[in-house]
DNA sequence: ATCCTCGATGCAATCGGTTGTATTCAACGC
DNA sequence: GCGTTGAATACAACCGATTGCATCGAGGAT
């Protein structure tokens, strides 16, 4: 317990407007302002601003239970699906007063934990949550908790929660369809993580849609969302189903690793493969090739889920909402007829 | 104040252990544990865990002064160069056992100092912000606060307060020799905004470098770090100066914004036209065409910046750092020789 | 003039922890 | 046997706000 220089408290406020402690906090707050005599008020600002007085948000909190804050936690903010996802959220968010405390968990479960208790001992007044496994028991943890939240992105197979998810099924169903009509009749899939529902679904669909347009397919499942799993996983799809001639990959950083392993096959994309991605990432227009890609609206997702969590907090009783993002397809450089 | 059913308390704790409060505070602190006895102390963890009890952070930091938070505020978190700083930063931090409040301002005056307000409010214990003025009061805000902060990426021309960017002069420099080592003489600068450090230092910097190198030389200022900026500031540039045959851009976005204006005036890159940007912002090497820039290491840039200020909060008392973080250029395929 | 009403303000409890100090009690020395 | 000591624990003040309730006093009704 140093004695630090503190800065100035309300009663420093009080004292100076030459009010009661309580007088001042309502002449501050814009709830109670009304209840204090207009001059005296005015007092109160005049001597708050003069100090530079600034609320102890711990203690506000401490007495309103509410911390004002909402906790983000997502795998990589480093893949560039997350950051308009992270402006979307962060917009809509302050807007409405609160700020943002945001986790990177690079993809580890324990420090995904260890993040999540944090922002409980934060008192975080919700949680957005890009982490989930599709048969996560976060669910529950986060029940226990009492903490309202968010799913978006991925969401889970089963449990009472809200989420805002991209219709992944019709992305997935979107990509074959346009490669089906350049006449590709074999296709490879390099499926996300399938413990995330954004690789399980898009691969379910990609097999429905293979086979509702009578092609033929292979798969091979990346260990990650990111561009080292994506060459692996296509150096084996290279290896198993030579055959093929087009691509779909479950995000557009395995779509880049997929075409690096392609090149150093000897495969040039889009005349020896086509590939087709998803998210549409920033920049993905003007890469080499420009990406054929499914286009999710990022930062309208990240919005949209932070609207739909500040609804859970102000009604808690309310039933969760299951929000499904359209997506659809851009076609870029990176696809092309079979030759 | 609702009566909301609260999460378990240390009081609940104490009572489900049979000991007092006090007691099982300590307990549950690492630097006060010893003070109980090692079985005592585990009868209270236990009941802690079984009743699934999580500190209130508001309450500890009411009390020890401490959020165990820090606040970062960037001008643009969708910029490509912030996400690693972001995640170097949120490393650093979290291994020493803090948060990050994060908030992303659109380059908008107004919302930074509102947005900084609530940081303050929230009682962070430090702040790192990349969105100062070269002339900025911000400094003066923050001796007012007391809040310990660092700078990074951007600085202030003058002022005490620990800083830490990239080497802007070398880069211009080494932009600058590169080109000229392709035979250009006629170099443009599509320069960021002057009232930034960057902005201006990178300018300076090429001044001095192109008339070292008896070059000629064209400036025009964009407003913004980004594409759309780089692209008005480009038009101009080719109305202004046709005769050039290379553009040094302040960053890798405005590069962009240069490449297309040239594009679109009938100048491709890099055959008619070279272009070098900053930064080596992810996915730079895969861009059409893979973009020559100065490669500054934006995650450790984050991480020093977290760690100076660490140490700033340790010791309050110190002085400002000024941490300098080395460039260097890595050329593809943007610039080429002038024919 | 007295009482009532009601708007404005003051009082004090409370939120959930931390920590300086007092207390307790057993072991120990003389 | 008694005072001393020290480890372990209990007590209580405090951090800085919010808020239900008490109080005060001015103005209006009777």
């Known amino acids: 317990m140093i004695p630090r220089p503190t800065s100035p408290r309300l009663r420093d406020v009080a004292e100076a407007a030459g009010v009661h402690l309580s007088t001042a906090s309502r002449a501050l707050n814009d709830q109670t302002a009304a209840m204090v005599q207009p001059k005296t008020a005015e007092r109160v600002r005049l001597a708050a601003t003069e100090l530079g007085y600034r609320v102890n948000g711990m203690a506000r909190g401490l007495k309103t239970r509410r911390s004002m804050s909402i906790g983000m936690v997502v795998p990589d903010i480093t893949n ?12 809509a968010l302050s807007e409405a007063g609160f700020s943002l405390l945001l986790s990177s968990t690079d993809n580890n479960v324990d420090k995904a934990r260890a993040q999540l208790d944090a922002m409980i001992e934060a008192r975080v007044d919700g ?50 369809a346009h490669l089906q009509e350049l ?3 074999q296709i490879g899939l390099v499926a996300g993580p399938l413990f995330t529902s954004n690789g399980d679904r898009r691969l379910r669909a990609f097999r429905r849609a293979v086979s509702r347009l009578g092609l033929q397919c292979h798969v091979v499942e990346a260990t990650a969302f990111d561009e080292d799993a994506g060459y692996h996983a296509m150096q084996q799809l290279i290896e198993e189903y030579p055959e093929m001639t087009a691509v779909v990959a479950s995000n557009d950083l395995i779509a880049l690793g997929v075409i690096d392993a392609a090149t150093d096959a000897g495969l040039e994309c889009p005349r020896d493969l086509s590939v087709v991605g998803f998210n549409d990432m920033p920049l993905a227009s003007r890469l080499q090739p420009p990406l054929t890609t499914v286009t999710v609206p990022e930062r309208a997702l990240g919005r949209l889920a932070a609207e739909c969590l500040l609804r859970a907090i102000a009604d808690p009783g309310a039933e969760p909402e299951r929000i499904v993002v359209p997506v659809t397809l851009v076609v870029r450089g990176s696809s092309g007829p079979l030759r």
């Not at 197979?157 to 169903?173: E, K, L, Y």
């Open 80 to 91: 560039p699906f997350f950051p308009p996802a992270v402006r979307g959220a962060e917009e």
């Open 183 to 185: 006449g590709h009749r």
């Open 127 to 176: 949680l957005m949550l890009a982490i989930a496994h599709r048969h996560d028991a976060i669910v529950d943890r986060l029940h226990a908790s009492g903490t309202p939240a968010v799913l978006f992105n991925r969401t889970v197979d089963r449990g009472a929660i809200s989420s805002v998810v991209p219709d992944d099924a019709r992305g997935s169903r979107l990509a074959v």
